[in-house]
């Protein structure tokens, strides 16, 4: 048989520490600036986002029956089908809006050719060509209204054949759902509805290249402007 040994010391308890203050949530603020024609001068607005985790992914689409515009010349016809962007989205605190920003990886616009444009009713000469090269896309979706404002970044980069290509053309703008308007040039957008399908319109001011032919030929500085036919598709990230 085996024996038991009885301990006489009393038995020691451990406390375990709790702890007494909440965790701190922080906050943080995501920053877009938009073009303002009339005065010439960035605007700058803070957005303090959600402290939820709500985290949403974001499509964009662009449509046909679009239209650019450069200087005093006429708009113009563009087709821009086919192009598309992902991206995800933030609840904005206190509020209806999304902050969303796009992977510019992923952003494509098609380029102005004979196949996508045309002037007065005829098609861009076959050796003509003008790529437009994303550098930037974010800004604000209201859900609840559907106004859209987001910034737009990206080079527009005019070549002949090869023989002759032109300094890209540097376009920052605000694609909004509402009004964009320039000394100039002016537009006017429709919100997104159930589905999605919103006009985005946005005035930009082209500074200068170092190329007095392009200078002349679009009397640079000018204002330019874009109305895009798009569709833009929110889903909660799971």
Same mark, same amino acid.
């Given at each position: 048989?085996?024996? @038991?040994?009885?301990?006489?010391?009393?038995p020691?308890l451990?406390?375990?520490?709790?702890?007494?203050?909440?965790?701190?949530?922080?906050?943080k603020?995501? !920053?877009?600036? &938009? /073009?303002? +024609?009339?005065k010439?001068?960035p #605007?700058?607005?803070?957005?303090?986002?959600? *402290?939820? %985790?709500?985290?949403?992914?974001?499509?964009?689409?662009?449509?046909?029956?679009?239209?650019?515009?450069?200087?005093?010349?006429?708009?113009?016809? /563009? %087709?821009?089908?086919?192009g598309?962007?992902?991206?995800?989205?933030?609840?904005v605190?206190?509020s =209806?809006?999304? &902050?969303?920003s796009? =992977?510019?990886?992923?952003? /494509?616009?098609? +380029?102005l050719?004979?196949?996508t444009?045309?002037?007065?009713?005829f098609?861009?000469?076959?050796?003509?060509?003008i790529?437009? #090269? +994303?550098?930037?896309?974010?800004? %604000?979706?209201?859900?609840e &209204?559907? @106004? #859209?404002?987001?910034?737009?970044? !990206? *080079?527009?980069?005019?070549?002949?054949?090869?023989? /002759?290509e032109?300094?890209?053309?540097?376009?920052?703008?605000?694609?909004?759902? =509402?009004?964009? @308007?320039?000394?100039?040039?002016?537009?006017?957008?429709e919100?997104?509805?159930?589905?999605?399908?919103?006009?985005?319109?946005? #005035?930009a001011?082209v500074?200068?290249?170092?190329?007095?032919?392009?200078?002349?030929f679009?009397?640079l +500085?000018?204002e330019?402007?874009?109305?895009? %036919? !798009?569709?833009?598709?929110?889903s909660? &990230?799971?």
């Open positions: 048989m085996g024996c @038991k040994f009885i301990s006489l010391e009393p020691i451990y406390q375990i520490p709790v702890r007494t203050t909440p965790p701190c949530f922080r906050t603020a995501i !920053a877009f600036s &938009s /073009y303002a +024609p009339n010439g001068e #605007v700058s607005t803070k957005l303090p986002l959600s *402290k939820t %985790n709500d985290v949403y992914s974001v499509s964009f689409k662009t449509l046909g029956a679009c239209k650019l515009g450069i200087s005093r010349y006429p708009d113009f016809e /563009y %087709n821009a089908q086919g598309t962007g992902t991206g995800t989205g933030s609840r605190a206190d =209806d809006e999304l &902050s969303v796009f =992977d510019v990886k992923t952003l /494509y616009i098609p +380029p050719t004979s196949s444009t045309k002037f007065l009713g098609p861009l000469p076959p050796f003509l060509k790529h437009i #090269v +994303p550098q930037l896309l974010q800004g %604000n979706i209201d859900q &209204s559907g @106004k #859209v404002d987001l910034e737009f970044l !990206a *080079k527009f980069c005019f070549s002949v054949g090869s023989i /002759y032109a300094p890209p053309l540097v376009v920052k703008t605000v694609l909004t759902s =509402d009004e964009s @308007k320039g000394k100039m040039r002016s537009g006017r957008g919100r997104l509805d159930e589905e999605g399908n919103c006009k985005l319109v946005g #005035v001011f500074e200068p290249i170092d190329d007095v032919f392009m200078n002349t679009l009397s +500085p000018t330019c402007l874009a109305k895009l %036919n !798009a569709v833009i598709t929110l909660k &990230s799971s």
